[in-house]
C-alpha cells in the first residue's frame, strides 16, 4: 500500500469548521431530530454557508477540489456529534460521484456547482426490495421513447429520500445485456410520476429519512443519462462505492470516537466500590480496546481515502478493508461503551444509546460486511498472482498437487 497520509491545509481547515458547526448545531439537537425522525435543516445549512459541501467537488465545478481525505475527516467531524447528521451529509457524496465519476462536462457542469453551494442535496437509487446484495438484479427499467426515457419501478432504502432533490437512478436500458444491462439517470425533485412512498421507522440515524422511491412512468431527457452512452451504470455504481466506502467507514470512526468520548467521561466520574470506575482493571480493559480500535480504524480509514484520492490500483479492496473494519469497530465500541455507562447506557435519556442504535447500519448499507469480506477475500487471490517467489515454501506436495483449474480466480 502505503501512502504518505498527510492532511491538505484546506483539509485541516474543513475538519475545523466542521466540529464547530458539530458542537454547536448537531450535538445540542441530536436527540430531537432522532425522537421526531425529522431532518436537521438548520445544521444542513449551516454546513451550506461553511462551504463544507464544496469538500470533494473539483475546483472547476465550484468545490475546493480537497478530495476524498477532506472529505472523510469532515465526516467523522459531523458524525462524532451525530452519526445521523453525518450520513445526512455523506449521502450528498454518494448520490453525487455517479455524476463525477462518469457524467460527461456538461452534466458536470450543470449539477455539480449547485450541489457545492448546497442548494440541491442529492440521494442515490440503486437498491431495490428484490436486489440488495445483489445489485446486479435490477428490475427498475428505463425504456428509450424519442428523445427521453422513460422510467418505471421502484427502488428501495433511498436515504435522503424526499429531502433530495437530485436523485441518481441505476436503471435496466437494456435486458438482454449481461455485461451493459444498466445505466444511472438523473430524476430531479418534482418530475411527474415520481413519488416518495413509504417513509422507514428505523433503528436508528433517524433524523435522515430512507423511503421506498416510486417511478410511474416517469419521464426524463436523454441528458439525464450520466455519460454518453447508456450501459455504463453498473461500472459507474462500483467506481461510486470505491469512493463512497471511506465515507462510510469516516462515519464509523466518528460514531466510535463519539462512543469513546462519552464513556471516558463517565467513567471518571462515577463512582463505585470508592473509586471512579475508570480505576478497575475491567472498565480499564474495555476503554483500552476501544481506544485501540478506534485509533486502528481511523487510520485504515484515512489510507483507503488517501488511496482514493491517489487513484491506486487497490483502491476497491482498501474501501472495502476500510468500511468493514471500521464499521465493525463502531457497533464494538458502542456497544461496550453502553456497558461501561451501566444501566444508563440502555435509557434513552442519555445520547450513549442512540450511537448504539446508529452504529448498526453501518454494518449493512453500502454493502454489508459480508459482502465487503468477499471483495477483500476476491483481491487477495488476485495479490496471489504476485507471489509466485513464496511458492518453494510451501510443502512441496500441495506445489506438486496445485490445479490451476480449479484456482477461484486467475492465476494463483
Ligand atoms: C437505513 C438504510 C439506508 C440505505 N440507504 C441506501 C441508499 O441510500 N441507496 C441505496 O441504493 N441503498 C440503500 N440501502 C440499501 C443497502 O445498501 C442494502 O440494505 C444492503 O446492500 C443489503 O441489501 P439487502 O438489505 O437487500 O440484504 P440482502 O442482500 O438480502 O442480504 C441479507 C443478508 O445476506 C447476506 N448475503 C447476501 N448475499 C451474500 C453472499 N453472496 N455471501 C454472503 N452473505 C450474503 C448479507 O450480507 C446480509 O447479511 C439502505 C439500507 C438501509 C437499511
Redo the contacts with the bound molecule.
Keep these: 500500500m502505503p501512502h504518505n497520509i498527510v492532511f491538505s491545509p484546506i483539509a485541516e481547515e474543513l475538519a475545523a469548521i466542521a466540529r464547530e458547526i458539530a458542537d454547536k448545531h448537531v450535538r445540542p439537537a441530536a436527540a430531537k431530530y432522532d425522537k421526531a425522525q425529522e431532518y436537521n435543516y438548520e445544521a444542513a445549512k449551516a454546513v451550506a454557508q461553511a462551504g463544507l459541501f464544496k469538500t470533494f467537488i473539483p475546483k472547476e465545478y465550484g468545490g475546493h477540489g480537497a478530495g476524498i481525505l477532506a472529505l472523510a475527516r469532515v465526516t467523522e467531524e459531523l458524525a462524532k456529534a451525530d452519526s445521523g447528521f453525518g450520513v445526512a451529509f455523506a ?1 450528498n457524496a ?1 448520490g453525487s460521484f455517479p455524476i463525477l465519476v462518469g457524467g460527461t462536462e456538461a452534466q458536470k457542469q450543470h449539477w455539480l456547482p449547485q450541489i457545492a453551494r448546497g442548494e440541491k442535496f442529492v ?5 431495490e426490495k428484490y436486489a ?3 445489485a446486479s438484479g435490477l428490475a427498475v427499467t428505463a425504456v428509450e421513447d424519442g428523445d427521453d426515457y422513460i422510467i418505471s419501478g421502484e ?6 429520500g424526499g429531502v433530495a432533490d437530485i436523485y441518481s437512478v441505476f436503471c435496466v436500458t437494456d435486458p438482454t445485456s449481461k455485461s451493459r444491462r444498466i445505466s444511472a439517470i438523473v430524476v430531479e425533485k418534482g418530475t411527474p410520476g415520481f413519488t416518495v412512498k413509504k417513509v ?1 421507522n ?1 433503528m436508528g ?1 433517524r433524523c435522515v429519512p ?1 423511503v421506498e422511491t416510486h417511478f410511474d412512468k416517469v419521464r426524463v431527457p436523454k441528458k439525464n443519462l450520466i455519460g454518453e452512452k447508456p450501459g455504463m451504470g453498473f461500472k459507474h455504481a462500483m467506481m461510486t462505492l470505491d469512493l463512497a466506502r471511506p465515507g462510510v467507514a469516516a462515519q464509523a470512526v466518528g460514531a466510535a470516537q463519539g462512543a469513546l468520548d462519552l464513556a471516558n467521561v463517565y467513567s471518571n466520574r462515577r463512582v463505585q466500590f470508592g473509586a471512579p470506575i475508570s480505576s478497575h482493571q475491567m472498565v480499564q480493559k474495555m476503554m483500552a480496546d476501544m481506544g485501540m480500535k478506534t485509533e486502528a480504524a481511523r487510520w485504515l480509514v484515512y489510507a483507503a481515502a488517501a488511496a482514493a484520492d491517489a487513484q491506486a490500483g487497490n483502491v476497491s479492496k482498501m474501501a472495502a478493508m476500510a468500511k468493514c473494519f471500521a464499521t465493525d469497530v463502531a457497533m464494538e465500541v458502542a456497544t461496550d461503551a453502553v456497558q461501561v455507562f451501566g444501566g444508563y447506557g440502555f435509557m434513552e435519556d442519555y445520547p450513549i444509546a442512540k450511537y448504539f442504535r446508529d452504529a448498526k ?1 453501518l454494518q ?5 460486511n ?2 465487503q469480506r ?1 471483495v477483500i477475500a476476491r483481491s487477495l487471490i488476485k495479490d496471489c498472482a504476485e507471489l509466485d517467489h513464496l511458492k518453494p515454501f510451501i510443502p512441496t506436495e500441495v506445489q506438486q498437487t496445485y490445479r490451476a483449474d480449479l484456482a477461484p480466480i486467475g492465476k494463483s
Design positions: 449521502v454518494l440521494a442515490f437509487c440503486l437498491s440488495g446484495s445483489d427502488k428501495k432504502w433511498t436515504t435522503n422507514e428505523k440515524i430512507v447500519i449493512i448499507y453500502e454493502g454489508t459480508q459482502i468477499m
